[in-house]
């Protein structure tokens, strides 16, 4: 493969793993606000953080949108990417016990889902196509010198 062709592909490969990503955190998100309930058993059975109520789930839902919408426009890039893997490692490993067996197979899903999101943070300079900052995520000129 040329290094046009490269050049050119890993980018687009990049922003679809980013809107991929970001379009499974934006369900859970919404998730929050539509169905707070479903919000609190899960933390309760998964992150054992019980008694939480709506009003801590619209909290934790607008600083996710916060979240995800920057991380979707590529800004900030070691922190939202570096933000984004680590909360799905948390939900990843997590659910550990649901990876025991063959009953909740869909749970495996999670597992490229946190590979696609290391790869985003590993190659974040990399991910350039339709983002609003700079190589690095920081808003600016993008002809200025990566540092």
């Known amino acids: 493969m040329s290094i046009a062709k490269a050049s050119t592909r890993l980018p687009a490969c990049l922003l679809s793993l ?3 990503v970001f379009l499974v955190f934006f369900m859970w998100t919404l998730d929050k606000f539509v169905n707070p309930q479903h919000a609190s058993t899960v933390y309760e059975n998964f992150y054992f953080i019980g008694g939480l109520g709506n009003a801590a789930f619209v909290v ?19 922190w939202t990417y570096g933000l984004v893997f680590a ?5 990843t490993l997590s659910s550990w016990q649901f990876y025991l067996g063959f009953d909740n197979l869909l749970f495996f899903a999670a597992w490229p889902m946190l590979a696609a999101s290391w790869t985003l943070l590993v190659m974040r300079e990399e991910d350039t196509m339709w983002t609003l900052g700079d190589r690095t995520g920081r808003l600016g000129r993008r002809d200025e010198p990566v540092a």
């Open 18 to 20: 980013r809107l991929t």
């Open 60 to 78: 934790i839902g607008i600083l996710e949108v916060l979240l995800i919408l920057a991380f979707v426009a590529g800004l900030y890039k070691t």
């Open 87 to 91: 909360l799905h490692a948390v939900s």
